[in-house]
């Protein structure tokens, strides 16, 4: 019983599902055919653009194995698009270069695993196949002989959830394809196992049913089977037009939230139950309480290692280098750090960071509004500890040799492709690994066969059980935990290098939006980023953890970081300059309007409002050259917590305005209690657009303008983009869904662009 299967990814994880399915289709007698959705017949993709994530080739994971970690450090951002060329040479854990898939003829069932990217776009891989189903003239009975069933990821933390998903659903249906198993929408703020997982465990009957109603009656119909938790996972395409659909999720109660909450009311139960039996008793990381305690637990199957690791003989350091040169995307540029400057005072917060990166040696060149990458390396004292605690700190020079099992009967199976093939250990976990990446259910599975003591291999089988989910997402995924708490937390575990290095995901490089221009600072490339800190619950300790880039920066810097009035040259001290690897990223939309006389509104609390200073940097410096230009207004949305502690480049913004660049300036203040109780005037960017709607409005849709939100998803696009509806409907005398209406028009005319992450 054969199925194709394709998935469109842009940075893994829907790769690593689709993967996971076939694997899962092998035990349940099914046989996938595996290919990325650029693989089409019809859409000859150059060799590149196939296949991995933003242009990376993946190697096969198990589900989930790559995570996208470090969020608060803008890995997740509102833009990326296009595809980056790297060095590497595609695996053959490409199908691109073994066959193709044809839908036109295709008589299988079809199932399509799809993330989301960008704001709401397809992943970059998708984008043919999406204008090539888009076509107009294609008829609406072309797909009629298709029957699928599809699986979305996205992450409800942006404003076009699972958009991806929904656009090629929607297609489908249009040209006369019909589900045979409902579509599910996961979520990557939630977890996506918390859907992904019954909708894998639903998909068989699905296909049993579809394939016993053709021998039957040569057609399914009827009633579509439903994913176990359909009524909290899935939703079939409706008929409205897509982008309107796509916001009115907004206004929808988030399905995977909500199974979350009843996870955490399950575990709070559980909590409750538990000290009422046992008086102070509290569940941890490390020991459950009743019922989990005495519950049977249902746990996944492990599929069998299929890496084998030898240490072998010390690395010297020219090869060491060579590694680091082959590991890493290309093209890489090695620069200096030129300037740095602490933003906020002493008392704010967070602290928010200035780094000037000097390009003069090399030809990296940015607009504003490009963002780039920087490569960064794991702590030291992290590395240090994990290498202490697998018992291998004496084998950290040596090199790391990777194979593949003999007898593995994973199919397409490959080394990771983030590992050089020359490397030593210490390099391995320091620049390849995401050592903070917080560990799957399947690593956790898989870190069970490798525990002695009764006690904690029962308490780790507890968190990847499904009766355990609630403990795992709270005790685990919640917390934040590391593979390194992980080991300190349960002693006797000591899992092989092989099992760490299938499941470890590559450290990703961080990316940054540039917040200066070059025509202002030629040669200068600016960046700022609040340094991120947590604590990490261990059971003993609660131990400060930073950010892994923006930790890294802070540290290289400190030699010469100086407060904003007297920033420093890195080359006056005494500490050499340091040096770091940053890498371009695909240009996107977010640019300053081609018309210079256009309006412009920018919304950027907080460190969002890095790119507008780019842009009024080059505004600045055009009107200088072009003196009898006619410019349009530029309106600046920026909201911080105090007014004398992190409100960022207020000198500047004065400068701005003082010189016409910048035509009006609002500034909401959420914490200054003195500030608000004198005027009561606006807490948040939100509520003051809200105040200024009116000339919003105008701006937007009588003059023709554009708007730019740049900042964090979690606590402020939503609210913007909400605000936004607001005001149109307010101003047009329309109601909710026609002011969607409109908004999402100007997304489609590029007139009102998102730069976000969460
Ligand atoms: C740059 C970026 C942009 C994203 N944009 C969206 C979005 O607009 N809507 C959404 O639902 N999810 C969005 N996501 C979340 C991803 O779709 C989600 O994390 C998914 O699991 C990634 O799968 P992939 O690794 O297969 O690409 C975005 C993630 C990133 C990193």
Redesign the pocket.
Known sequence: MRFLLL???????????AEEIREQAVVRGFSADLHCISESDKLPFPLGAHCG?SGVILAPLRLFA???SAHTER??????SGTVCYARPLSSDCPALRSRYDLKTETAPLVV?????????P?DTARKFVKEIRDKTLPSDFFAHLRYGLL?????????????GKVIDKQLQKLGARHFYDTG?????VG?ELVVEPWIAGLWAALEKHFRSREGQGETNGSLPRAPNASLSTEAAKPESLPIESQVELLRLDDSRRKDSEALEQNEANRGQSSTLTGDFEPSLICSGPPLAQASLTIPALPPAYLQVHLQEPLGQEEESQAFVTSVEQPVFQVPISKAVQLTTSDAVKTTLLLELDLSKTDFSYQPGDAFSVLCPNSDAEVQGLLHRLQLAGGRNHRVLLQVKADTRKRGAAPPQHIPEKCSLQFMFTWCLDIRAVPRKAFVRALVDHTSDGPEKRRLQELCSKQGAADYNHFIRDARVCLLDLLLAFPSCQPPLDILLEHLPKLQPR?YSCASSSLCHPDKLHFIFNVVEFLSHTPEVAILRKGVCTGWLTTLVAPFLQPNSQASRADSGKAPTPEISIAPRAASAFRLPDDPSAPVIMVGPGTGIAPFIGFLQHREKLQEQQPDENFGEMWLFFGCRHKERDYLFRDELRHFLEHGTLTHLKVSFSRDARLREEKAPPKYVQDSLQLHGQQVAKVLLREHGYIYMCGDAKNMAKDVHNSLVEIISKELGVDKLEAMKTLATLKEEKRYLQD???
């Open positions: 998935y469109a990814t842009q940075r893994g994880q829907a790769k690593a599902i994530s790559l995570q996208i890995l997740a951002r509102g833009r990326e695993v799809v993330s989301t990217t960008g704001t709401g776009d992943p979305g990821l996205g992450d409800s933390e942006y404003t076009y959830f699972c958009n991806g929408h996961a979520d990557d703020c996506l990316p976000i992450w969460s």
